[in-house]
């Protein structure tokens, strides 16, 4: 058998091996390249999409007023700014419920469109410290001039005035009129005021009088005249009256008004329909030694009979006692044990009234 020789095998050649890596790195550095063309095309865009927002003529936290029913920009520190905006909101109708679940907003409108287009977007708009109209704006400490229960509440200097109110607190509530105690977590208010807010929502401004003689301004042991005109100081002579208790309450008191008050003989009471907040104040006798606050075994010094205004309380060892209390009934009854020598009533009137009985010392 004749063999074949095995077939001949060229041997690699240096050169095309070094020409064949060559084209390989130049593929590698084309692919690279086209890689970083698209990658920063991408991110140019995703810029794109994330600046979006500086295409919009009027974007959150930018600054309105209303004029003609519609919103027009203006700087931030432009004192023509009613409104910062809050949110942009798909639009619906009506517009405000749009808003609603932003507690610090109270107006709603429409973006402005383009000529023939319907409006895309509601934009939610919470006051600005320019606007002194809008109790949304009030912050506690500020000073307001108020018309009606709050029909109309304007943010006005701080000065002392017989009808300005200070803001202790705001507070958002469902509707008007307000019965679900407003202010009761603020109980330095004495007053609450309440204005109709985005959706029928309502603002309730919790306040107190700029006036410290007010009467609604009284604490336990203040003095006021005979006509709870004004607070007056105790050592005064037209001081009648004394302040025995302040409460802020939520049911309207019913008659007497200070039952249950030792002493009283006057009252007063300051509410509005459109809150359930009543401020109610029960006044005695400015002179602790009034004879409307004697008890069984004070004594008396009595001038005349039967005389409230002539009598007053006395140590027993004072020489002016001329009687002791030897009975005393929350009713104006005049029933009185046999001894008795002089009897005093005060009528019902906050009170049930009172019967004094008295004994000749």
Known sequence: MSTQPPPSVEPPQPGRAKRFIGHHRLALAAVAFTMGVLLAAATVLVAARLNHSTDIALAVNDCVAIESDHPVEYACTDDRVEYRIAAREDIVWPVASA????????QAVPEPAAAGEQPETALCLAPTRFNATDPGALQAGDCIDVKGAGDSITRIPCQPSPHGSRVVATELHRQIPVTDQACRAHPSARQAFAHPSLGGRTLVVCAAPTDPKSINSAVVGDCTDRNLSRLISCDSPEATLRALTVRMVYVRPESPKCREVFGASASSMTDNDKTDLIFTACFGPADPNAALYSVVGDC???????????SHRVDCTDPAATHDVIERHESPDKNCPSGTESVITWDAGVTTGVTVCLARR
Do not use: E, N, P, Y
């Open 300 to 310: 008396l010094s009595v001038s005349g009979t039967g005389s409230a205004s002539r």
């Open 99 to 106: 808003c609603m679940k932003f507690q610090d907003t109270t």
